[in-house]
Each structure stands twice: as structure tokens, then as C-alpha cells.
């Protein structure tokens, strides 16, 4: 029995505890045979795949005994954490997948010269700072010496032939790696099955690669929280598992007509995921190296789906494919799986994979989290028109980092792309994120038809005066991603060209259907604006986060007594600048301040006697000298109020 108080030694690392307890199985109690799970790069290696742990957990409920490997984790061992992750967090174009090309289709390759190289070159020293002054041979020498030497060593210090089932998982740029893994492993050991899934296989994606790719037996396409161990029981039983809904596989050259895939509504019956396997490799590969296990995030599912899209799916948003309709646990499942993580791995970081925050949750699971006074440090994806209340219970629940959906600061760009919100709401997110000590990550994105050079003139205008909030990450024209509004609505968006994406052509043999398994396209809409009218305002966003690599960031706050408000601007490198509001001006600033008000609204709220004419004209002047924000016919003060909230630190 493990001592209730261990001390943790430089070094160490935190035991986990014993496993819990699994669910009986719904047939024999230990099944005969074994299952590997796999995920290759590039994916991220600084947590688990939740896909893999939710997986292992739903098979081994039904007694197949169940082994995961992060395989991802031995490139980043071999080539540097640093170079790894700069990798797989790349996204734009198929640099992941075509370092694997060659693996993966040997003679089909369709860059045997590495024109790749050539052609995205700028791209790629732009992007790829990490490796140092020659990117381009350092790529070269990943792509001819590395990948097959990581490839053999996983071949010749694994196993492979104990299973009889291998499952790759792939999203994004997994493909290319997870073919080149399976296609070894089928030639060694022609007796294992290989079934794939994740977002990669959703759809006509899913049937495509199925058909022309040939060490794919078997694909679930959609959710595989049924029809994973569904199809493993078909397998052991010598039925069919293309009858399985969601199974795909080949009948000759085609794909079979397989079963619709069922959406998966129980969220409250999946199990706790299973991340023993990621910890074990990563220790023993040194990549967590003296950190301790509580510093990783662990990733947690506590809802699928997104209920906004299910009503206005945002144009852009290729998310979720056939599964929009919004789902989520119960509070009390959640507390429940959140605690159990917590002791197993000794951990209070989570990581919610949700695309979306369940509003119900900011009356139930969040108002639980702070009255029985946990201490988690939490990470959602939310909507972005939260109010300060609510900012400030996300805040006292230990929620440190969110992703709202902010994509601009226009709120007539912002309905063109379906987002139900306005500019100065993602405004007065960003205010109050930063007075309760929240990071935020958001972007903002352009492009879309029917927007005007004024909608941009007017958003470069504005930044200046928001450098006290924090940047977005990034800023540049959207993606044309499949099953997003822009790629299949062509009435609205009518477009002089779609295709996909050039760097597909030098990953995938030549024989493959591309605009079928492409999940990013290149397009041109009939109507767009050139791209030098961006450029004013992608300079600003450079210059905002430059900004905020400064040792002092830029700040501007308010003190608020009756009748006076002081304002301290230190937004200016190395400047301040004090402004002093009086009277009902002053009021009408603090009044100003939780939320985007109108001239209307400001009037009958304070009682002042002043018109509605002359408190718009008023807050106007106040605009123009870069402290209020307007909006359309909305104000909304820029200052944050002193005395900012003091979180816990996630440590």
C-alpha cells in the first residue's frame, strides 16, 4: 500500500496510483486477443492522445487487453524536443506528411527530387526558426537518413507480431507516418489486421484512402466509441466488421457501401481514459526529464460537438464533420472522471478537448469547482460574448487559458462569417480575460466574400489602441477546409476556383483521387479583394505582439471614485499619459466598463441630464483619443479598473 504522504526528491517522479477498477466485460472476461494502439507524428508530444487513452479504456471495458503506444514521442527523443514540436505544430502545408512520403509509397512517392523543398522553401525558413540556419538540410537529412531510422528501430525493438489488431489514430499531418509504421508491419507480419480512424478518416477522406492505400484493412469513419470494440468482437468472432456501422474497408478495388456511422450520446457511460502508456514511454525515452508528471496537461472530454454551429455554423469552420449536434456530461460525471485523473496521475493541469464550452456548465460544474474549493488549472474553448460574471467564475473555477473564437475585430466581418458576436465583445473579452488573469488565444482571419477594404481601414485604426490586451497569435487569410460552409455552400460562396491544396500533390501518389482525401483546399472566390489591403493590418498585429515581448508590456488602467475617474496610460513605449475625467463624463466612462453600452442605455442608467445626442458626441471625443472604443452605435471603455485579480499559479 502506497504511503498517503510521499516527499518528491529532485529527479523523481510522482507514482501513479494503482488501476482502477474497470467495468465488467460484455463477453469473456479476458479476451485471447491483443490490441496496439498507435499514434505517430506529428501530433504534439507534450501531453497524451486523449484518442489513444479513451480507446485503450473502451476496449479493455470489453476485455481485449490493450496497449498504447505515443510513438511520436521516440521522433521527438530522436531529432530534439524543440525541432519535434516546431513540427508538429506546423500547419499551412503538408511538411509533416511529406517528410514520411517517401516511407510510406517508396517508388509512388511523387517528389523523389524533393522539389517540396524548392517550391515552400521561404515558407519553410519563415516558419521554422528551430533549425537553426539551414532549415532546408536539415529537413533533407529528417527525410532521407532519420525517418528510416526511426522507422526501423520501431520495427525491430517492438513486438508487432503479438497483436492482432493495430489501430492508427491520424488527424491532420498523421497520415503519411502512420502508413509508413502499418506498411512494415503488414510485410513482417501479414497476419495483423490494421484498422484506422480519427478525424483524417471521416467521410469520402476516410473511403479514399481505404481504397488506394493498401496496408489500411479496415477504417472506422466517425465516432469509435461503439464501433471500436464492436468491430474488435466481429474480428474475434470470424463475423463480418464491415457490418459494424462506421467500419470501411476494400471489396476488390472499391470501397463497400458501409453502414452510417451512429453518433455517440451516452457521454456520462464513457470511461475514465487510460494514459499509463504515454507516461511510461516518456520517462523511459527522458522527455519529461526532471519535471515532475503534474506539470504535463492531461486532456479531458467533458462534452462533443458544438451547440453555436448546430444553429449557425460559422463559415469557416470545417470541425466535427457529420458530428455538430452538441453533447456533454453531467457536473457530476465530470467531477467524478476530473478527481480520478487527478489521483492517478498526481495532477491538477487539464486540458478540455471540447470545441466548445457548455453554457450549462457556468451554473453547475464551474460554481461546483469553486465551492468545493478544487483547485484545478483548466483550459476550454468558448464562446466569446461572455460577460464579466462570467469571466470571473471561469476565473475563480482555475480556469487559466481559453480559446474563445475570436477571428476579428470588425463586427461586420464578424457577420459575415456567422460568428454571433460583435468586435467590441471580443473587445471587452480580451479587457476582462486580462483583468482576471486569463490567457487568451485567438486569431483573426480574413477573406471572406463581401467583406470591404473599409472593414480593415477601420480594424488597422483600432489596434493601436488595444495593445495593453493580449495579441493574437496570428493573422492571415482563412482556410478552405472541407465540410466548413465556404467548401460546400457554393451558392453563397461562389468561387472562380477549388483545389486542393498544392502540397497534397507532392505527398500523395498520383493515382490517389486528392480532391477526395484533401482536407485542406486552395480556392479563389469570385469576388476578393487583393491581398495588399491586409497589409496595414498585418503590420499592426506584428507590432502588437512585438509589443508584448517587451521586459514591460503595455498597460492603461482606470481608478473610479464618485464624480472623478484618473486614467493611466502607459501604452507608449517608456510614455505615460494621465487623463482626468470629471462629472458625468466621469461616470459615464465607469458606466462604460463591464460592457459595450449605447448613448440610450447610458442615459437612462445614469439619470444625467444631458441628451442623447450630446453623450454620443461626448464618448466620440473620447474615442478619438484612443481610451473608449465604438462600435456601431456601442461604447465601451478601453482602461482595465486597478487591482487586478491574483490567480494561483499552475505550477
Known amino acids: 500500500m502506497m504511503d498517503p504522504i510521499r516527499v518528491i526528491g529532485p529527479g523523481e517522479h510522482e507514482p501513479a496510483l494503482s488501476r482502477a477498477p474497470r467495468r465488467a466485460s460484455t463477453g469473456a472476461s479476458q479476451r485471447l486477443w491483443r490490441v496496439a494502439l498507435v499514434s505517430m507524428p506529428f501530433v504534439s508530444v507534450a501531453k497524451p492522445s486523449l484518442q489513444l487513452g479513451l480507446l485503450k479504456a473502451i476496449a479493455t471495458s470489453h476485455g481485449f487487453e490493450v496497449t498504447n503506444f505515443h510513438l511520436s514521442l521516440d521522433l ?15 500547419r499551412g502545408y503538408l511538411l509533416g506528411d511529406w517528410l514520411f512520403s517517401a516511407a510510406a509509397f517508396g517508388a509512388e512517392a511523387p517528389d523523389p527530387y524533393q522539389q517540396f523543398l524548392d517550391d515552400f522553401g521561404s515558407k519553410i525558413k519563415r516558419d521554422l526558426t528551430e533549425f537553426g540556419t539551414d532549415p532546408l538540410g536539415a529537413l533533407r537529412q529528417l527525410r532521407c537518413c532519420e525517418v528510416p531510422r526511426y522507422l526501423k528501430r520501431l520495427l525491430d525493438t517492438i513486438d508487432w507480431g503479438k497483436f492482432r489488431v493495430i489501430g492508427f489514430t491520424s488527424t491532420f499531418q498523421q497520415n503519411a507516418a502512420s502508413f509508413a509504421l502499418a506498411a512494415r508491419i503488414k510485410a513482417r507480419y501479414p497476419q495483423v489486421s490494421t484498422v484506422f480512424g480519427g478525424a483524417n478518416f471521416d467521410g469520402e477522406m476516410g473511403h479514399e484512402l481505404v481504397r488506394s492505400v493498401e496496408c489500411i484493412d479496415y477504417a472506422i469513419s466517425g465516432e469509435a466509441d461503439e464501433a471500436f470494440p464492436e468491430f474488435l468482437e466481429a474480428l474475434e468472432e470470424g463475423r463480418d466488421p464491415a457490418e459494424v456501422a462506421g467500419v470501411v474497408c476494400r471489396r476488390g478495388d472499391e470501397v463497400a457501401n458501409p453502414t452510417p456511422p451512429r453518433l455517440f450520446t451516452r457521454m456520462d457511460d464513457l470511461p475514465t481514459p487510460d494514459y499509463d502508456d504515454y507516461f511510461e514511454r516518456a520517462e523511459a525515452l527522458g522527455l519529461l526529464g526532471t519535471e515532475p508528471r503534474h506539470r504535463v496537461p492531461i486532456p479531458f472530454e467533458s462534452a462533443r460537438g458544438c451547440w453555436w454551429g448546430q444553429k449557425h455554423h460559422c463559415t469557416f469552420c470545417g470541425l466535427n464533420a457529420d458530428g455538430m449536434a452538441f453533447r456533454a456530461k453531467s457536473p457530476q460525471r465530470l467531477l467524478a472522471e476530473l478527481a480520478e485523473l487527478a489521483r492517478r496521475y498526481r495532477t491538477f493541469r487539464f486540458e478540455a478537448v471540447d470545441n466548445i464550452l457548455s453554457m450549462s456548465y457556468l451554473e453547475s460544474f464551474l460554481p461546483r469547482l469553486v465551492k468545493e474549493d478544487y483547485h484545478y488549472c483548466l483550459f476550454y474553448e468558448t ?27 470588425s463586427s461586420r466581418v464578424l457577420s459575415l462569417m456567422d460568428k454571433g458576436v460583435t468586435a467590441s465583445a471580443n473587445v471587452n473579452l480580451l479587457r476582462w480575460a486580462a483583468y482576471y488573469n486569463i490567457s487568451v488565444t485567438w486569431n483573426i482571419i480574413w477573406g471572406f466574400p463581401g467583406e470591404t477594404e473599409a472593414d480593415y481601414r477601420e480594424q488597422t485604426a483600432l489596434l493601436p489602441h488595444l495593445v495593453h490586451l493580449q495579441p493574437p497569435l496570428s493573422a492571415s487569410r482563412i482556410w478552405m477546409e472541407r465540410y466548413s460552409p465556404i467548401f460546400f455552400d457554393r451558392e453563397r460562396f461562389p468561387v472562380r476556383r477549388v483545389a486542393p491544396e498544392t502540397s497534397y500533390f507532392y505527398v500523395y501518389p498520383r493515382r490517389m483521387r486528392h480532391e477526395r482525401l484533401a482536407y485542406f483546399f486552395d480556392y479563389e472566390f469570385a469576388e476578393a479583394m487583393p491581398e495588399a489591403v491586409y497589409e496595414s493590418l498585418e503590420l499592426r498585429v506584428r507590432m502588437w505582439q512585438s509589443a508584448w515581448e517587451r521586459p514591460v508590456r503595455p498597460t492603461m488602467t482606470f481608478r473610479h471614485s464618485p464624480g472623478l475617474v484618473r486614467i493611466d496610460d502607459r501604452r507608449a513605449c517608456g510614455e505615460t499619459t494621465t487623463y482626468t475625467l470629471t462629472g458625468p463624463l466621469a461616470e459615464l466612462y465607469a458606466a462604460s466598463s463591464d460592457r ?7 442615459k437612462q442608467k445614469l439619470g444625467i441630464d444631458w441628451s442623447t445626442e450630446k453623450i454620443e458626441t461626448t464618448l466620440a471625443g473620447l474615442c478619438d483619443r484612443g ?17 487586478a485579480a491574483t490567480p494561483y499559479v499552475c505550477d
Open 383 to 409: 464562446k466569446a460574448n461572455l460577460r464579466r460574471d462570467q469571466l470571473k467564475l471561469l476565473s475563480e473555477a482555475g480556469v487559466r487559458s481559453i480559446q474563445p473564437g475570436i477571428e476579428s475585430l
Open 627 to 643: 481610451i473608449t472604443m465604438r462600435d456601431g452605435d456601442l461604447f465601451l471603455s478601453l482602461a482595465l479598473p486597478v487591482g
Open 76 to 90: 521527438a527523443s530522436q531529432i530534439g524536443l524543440p525541432a519535434y514540436e516546431a513540427l508538429a505544430n506546423h
Open 596 to 602: 459595450p453600452q449605447r448613448a440610450a442605455g447610458l
